[in-house]
Structures are given as C-alpha cells and as structure tokens.
C-alpha cells in the first residue's frame, strides 16, 4: 500500500516538472507524455479503490462469519446449561428428599 501512495506521490510531482520542460522541447511530445503519465496515475488510483474496496469486503464478511459462528456457539452451549441447571435441580429435589426422610425415620 504504501508502494502505491508513493508511486501516485512521485507521479504527481513529475507532472509539474514535464510541463515546465515543454517551452524547450517540442509540445506535444510532452503532452502526450503528460496525459500518459496522468492515465497511469488514474489507473493506479482505481487499483488503490480497488483494494480498499476490497479489504472493506474482507471485513465485512469476516464480522458476518464471526457473528454466525458466535451465534452457533452460543446455541451449542444452551442444551448444556439447562442439562447443568437440570441435574442442580435433581440434585436440589433428591437433597430435600433425603432430609425429609431423614426427620421421618428419625421420629418413628
């Protein structure tokens, strides 16, 4: 990227120094030179919005990947949680259970 900043930089400051050589070297000669500079800049600018774009793509699809497989972790851990909270239940139920048949056999 920075290959290319520098490369559009360059070429911006070669046109200025093409136009002033015009008056001693023969004019269209050097406006041809000129706009094929300045066609070669232009397609260099598409290239660097190309490749913006593209990298914009790059993180767009990376958050929607990331956002689907977060989704699907998240739903991969719910039947585990509420088999976790199911066997706290049981745990909780069979606790109570016990107590209250330890009181019953105690008052016998």
Do not use: C, N, Y
Not at 39 to 55: D, L, M, P
Request: no cysteine; net charge positive.
């Amino acid at each position: 990227m920075r290959h290319v900043v520098l490369a559009i930089v360059s070429v911006m400051l070669v046109i200025p120094l093409v136009a002033s050589a015009a008056p001693a070297t023969d004019g269209s000669k050097v406006k041809e030179a000129t706009r094929q500079v300045e066609s070669g800049a232009r397609q260099i600018g598409r290239g660097v919005e190309e490749t913006a774009k593209g990298i914009g793509k790059t993180v767009v699809e990376g958050a929607k990947h990331t956002g689907e497989k977060l989704k699907e972790a998240g739903k991969e851990t719910q039947p585990k949680a509420k088999s976790a909270w199911g066997k706290v239940r049981d745990g909780a139920v069979a606790f109570g259970q016990d107590v209250k048949d330890f009181f019953k056999r105690l008052f016998r």
